[in-house]
Every structure is written in C-alpha cells, then in structure tokens.
C-alpha cells in the first residue's frame, strides 16, 4: 500500500463544474502539499498546509491531520485546469516529499 | 527573481555513459532536492542538499550521485546508465532545511538508448 493514496485516477468534466481531488497518506506529515503539472513537465505548487482550509482564486485546499485526508477542490473549472493533480507531503521524520500517483483531471469546454 | 533553472532540457545517452545535471536554485533559497519521475513508478524523492551537505537521500543505487555548491547550485551525476534510467529528473528548491514551500525547475528529460 502507497503512503499517499490519490483519487480518481482520472476525471473529466465540463467547463464549470465543481471538481473534488481526494489524497490520504499513512505516514506522521509536517504538511501536504498539493502540486500542479501540465503537459512538458513543469510542476507548480499550489498549496502547503499543515492545517484546516486554504484558497486561492478558485482552489481551495483542506486538511483533516485527524482522518488522515486532503482534498482539493476546484470551483467553476475551466479547460486551461486541465493537469496532473499531485498530492505529498512532507514525513515529520524528515525533510524528504512522498508523492502520490497524481490525478490526471481534463475539463471540457 | 529568477525561478529555478535546469540545464539540460533534453538529453540522450547510451548506456554506460554516465550524465551530469544542473540545478540553479531561486536566488536566496539554500536547499535543493532531486526527484525522478517515471511512468512506471511516478515521482520519487532522490536526495536533498542544505549548505553543501546532503541532508537526506533516497532509495536509489549509489550510482546516483550529487553536490551543492557554495552559490547553493546543485549537480547530479548518474554513473552507468541504464535503460530505466531514463526520466524526467526535477530539482526543486526552498529558503530553508523543512521550511517553506518548494519550488520546481522545468526538468531535465533523459532518454537513454
């Protein structure tokens, strides 16, 4: 079983829809990070959090340190989201990142 | 400021041969670390430099090596190449050791033939 679990696999949905990204990890976290990937490889950071909610612009971020869970959320997607979704997270037994598989998320105009 | 910056972009080796990377950090940001991304096995953590030392390493074989310089940039090295070898090898850096959130270079594609 992976560390840092990542569903769906796959989502595809049209323009506008509320998107729901889910990671659970096994492991003690200093934080969880949500990254972002489009196609040639650039990763982007979107979150950092080691608790509760964060926003920005149209994602939302939320942690559950009791449960386990992150989500990430999307509100009125847009086809330029169209990315691989990476959830890790920062181990308290050091600094290293452990990945998820990614959600690879295509909205439809 | 200038984000992270990797050279090269594209590389193709043979097998064998051994490759070196480049990573210039963010200016300001003191810690650098290197993960290999596969289709096969996804992104996984290879090492991480702070102040010239590696502060934490992977589980990949000794032929995967590094260094960070007294400017923070960082190199690593891949010594006798292997078909699996071949990835999408990202560095990412941050102000500090555990601190701040990490910020990706564009990532050297390894094709080796």
């Known amino acids: 079983k992976n560390e840092v679990e990542q569903s769906p696999q796959n989502l595809t949905a049209q323009e506008g829809e509320f998107i729901t990204i889910n990671c659970s990890y096994s492991v003690g976290i200093s934080a969880l990070h949500w990254l972002q990937q489009h196609p040639g490889g650039g990763i982007v950071s979107l979150f950092m959090?080691?608790?509760g909610k964060k926003k920005h612009g149209r994602l939302i971020a939320t942690i559950n340190i009791q449960e386990k869970h992150s989500s990430l959320h999307i509100t009125a997607s847009h086809p330029r989201d169209s990315a691989v979704y990476i959830c890790a997270v920062s181990e308290t037994s050091g600094s290293r990142l452990t990945f998820g598989e990614g959600t690879q998320l295509t909205v439809n105009p | 400021k200038a984000g992270v910056t990797q050279t090269p972009r594209y590389l193709i080796k043979t097998r064998g041969q051994q490759v070196t990377l480049s990573c210039s950090p963010i200016?300001?940001?003191?810690?650098v670390s290197w993960y290999q991304q596969t289709p096969g096995q996804g992104l996984q953590f290879l090492f991480e430099?702070?102040?010239?030392?590696?502060?934490n390493k992977g589980n990949f074989p000794g032929r995967f090596s590094g260094r960070q310089f007294s400017n923070s940039r960082s190199e690593m090295n891949v010594s006798t190449l292997e078909l699996g070898d071949s990835a999408l090898y990202l560095c990412a850096s941050r102000i500090g050791l555990r601190s701040g959130t990490q910020y990706f270079g564009p990532g050297t594609r390894l094709t080796v033939l």
């Open positions: 959090l080691s608790s």
């Open positions: 200016s300001g940001h003191r810690s």
């Open positions: 430099y702070f102040s010239e030392t590696q502060r």
